[in-house]
């Protein structure tokens, strides 16, 4: 990867006048790199760039515009190599769903590319012969975009692809822990001929940057994935400027397995689900609810999946888990497991760091959780499991609904009544039952309550960056 990720602005790579940071490996704790941070003269001229970018760009055709971010897509499939291990040296995730997570970043661009040249208007009938009524979409101007170090290209390409698809310009302010591979993304886009100022790649102070962007009146839309405490604050400031608004946030993921589910196919999607990226997954499940008949068997199962899961260096070969991507991450782990066990929970398998070099936490499995654990309240956001037994249908229901969130909920059944039941009574933005399929371009991807409102994926993303524009007219 490269030594050092800079700044880029007006189609142009440049340095930080807010000086650098460094970026390390989290499965050695080594530098490897340092990154451009922005001071507010760099975000001004970001802001003066997107705004001349928006100008050409919300002229250029759909056609156009699609032509382009299809050759931006070529290229981040021939770079596939060097794109993944930048990825797996400053995240940790293993060397396999890095090149995983960058293939499926240039199938996003080719939805979106397409999908822009269907943003179709309509046509309203009027009520008097002589008056046509059109209804028009229009790209709803500069966006200023905030993605997450957990998928760098995954978030990232899903808020650039929407942008420019609808023909709006975009500032992203990109992860500072994982900044080479989103500027690989960005370079692809670059290198695909997009014109100065439609793209633009800041990093910084994240609530300095943000607090500057959101309400800058060049700025019409606001795209953020992350926390739910930063996605409340970031909502209420853009709320304040009449900002429009997406918010992919926590969640804290139920899987109910019935007493009538395929235990054996339950337990590998949902272990593979679970600890993938270590965890570190918006929609991993996290809350395992499951019939108290087969509640033992499930647990040995999930506790043998879990110990053949090998942790290490996502560099190396066979490794199927690398490490959390901070140390802000570990020390979360070993409090929540610390809490977890001195109110009454058992350690099933894990429950502590690997080693002493890097960020490595054992794919954990916790049984007997009580309520009050923080683990069963806050996002673990890492490879810990909770085990928790239901003996009817409301109990199970009741603990899915338990918490604000709302982004993502897992079922396993083989009772097409039971299928029906849980898909209308969970609340969540997304319900998935006998597999895991969400996240495809599209589909939509979002949540409910406080996992927030909007969505990523889907011709719902699209709309959510253009304006529909009445247009009625008399002859």
């Known amino acids: ?59 250029t055709s759909a056609f156009e515009r699609s032509k382009l971010m299809r050759r931006a897509a070529e290229l981040l499939r021939e770079r596939n190599e060097n794109v993944a291990r930048a990825m797996t040296m400053e995240q940790g995730k293993p060397l396999a769903e890095s090149r995983g997570e960058a293939a499926a970043g240039a199938d996003v ?6 999908e822009g040249r269907r943003a179709y208007g309509r046509v309203i009938p009027g009520r008097a012969t ?29 808020k650039i692809s929407a942008a420019l698809a609808a023909g709006c310009s975009i500032i992203l302010k990109g992860p500072e822990d994982t900044p080479a591979s989103c500027a690989a993304l960005v370079a692809a886009f670059a290198e695909a001929g997009l014109p100065a100022g ?64 395929d235990l054996d196919r339950a337990v590998k ?18 809350r395992f609810i ?27 070969e066979g490794v199927t888990m690398g490490p959390v991507a901070h140390g802000r991450r ?6 929540l497991t610390v809490d977890a066990v001195s109110r009454g929970a058992k350690v099933a398998f894990g429950g502590e760091r690997i080693g002493n070099r890097g960020y490595f936490f054992a794919p954990t499995v916790l049984t007997d959780v009580p309520l009050g654990a923080r683990v069963m309240n806050e996002e673990p956001f890492g490879p810990i499991a909770v085990m928790s037994p239901f003996s009817g249908y409301d ?68 709309e959510a960056y253009l304006n529909p524009k009445l247009i009625t007219q008399m002859t």
């Open 290 to 316: 499951v019939h108290e008949s087969i509640y033992p068997k499930f647990v040995d199962a999930f506790v043998t999946a879990a110990k053949s899961i090998k942790v290490g260096d996502g560099l190396a």
């Open 1 to 59: 990867m490269d030594s050092e990720t800079q700044l880029f602005i007006n189609g142009q790579w440049r340095p930080g006048r807010g000086g650098e940071a460094p970026v390390l490996n989290p499965a050695n704790e080594e530098t490897i790199g340092s990154l451009a941070l922005a001071d507010k003269a760099d975000l001004d001229d970001a802001l003066a760039a997107a705004t001349r970018g928006f100008e050409k760009w919300r002229r």
């Open 269 to 286: 999607v949902l272990a593979a689900s679970k600890f993938r990226n270590a965890g570190q997954v918006c929609v991993a499940p996290t």
């Open 109 to 114: 661009i080719d939805w979106f590319a397409e």
């Open 198 to 261: 439609v793209l633009n790649l800041v990093f910084g102070e994240p609530a300095a940057v943000s607090a500057y962007l959101i309400p800058h009146p060049t700025i019409r839309k606001i795209s953020f994935t992350g926390s739910t405490a930063v996605g409340k604050q970031l909502a209420s400031l853009a709320g304040l400027h009449m900002k429009r608004v997406t918010m992919e946030l926590g969640g804290h993921a139920p899987a109910i397995v019935f007493e009538d589910a």
């Open 395 to 462: 109990a199970a229901i009741g603990e899915a609904n338990r918490l604000a969130y709302g982004l993502a909920a897992y079922a396993y059944t083989k009772s097409a009544k039971t299928m029906a039941d849980v898909c209308r009574d969970v609340e969540s933005g997304m319900v998935s039952v006998n597999h895991h399929g969400l996240a495809l371009p599209e589909l939509p991807f979002g949540g409910v309550k406080d996992s927030g409102y909007g969505s990523e994926g889907g011709a719902e993303a699209l």
């Open 130 to 158: 002589n008056v046509s009524q059109l209804v028009v979409k229009e790209p709803v101007g500069p966006v200023a975009a905030f993605s997450p170090w957990n998928f760098p290209i995954n978030q990232a390409v899903r």
């Open 330 to 335: 570990l020390e979360a782990m070993e409090a």
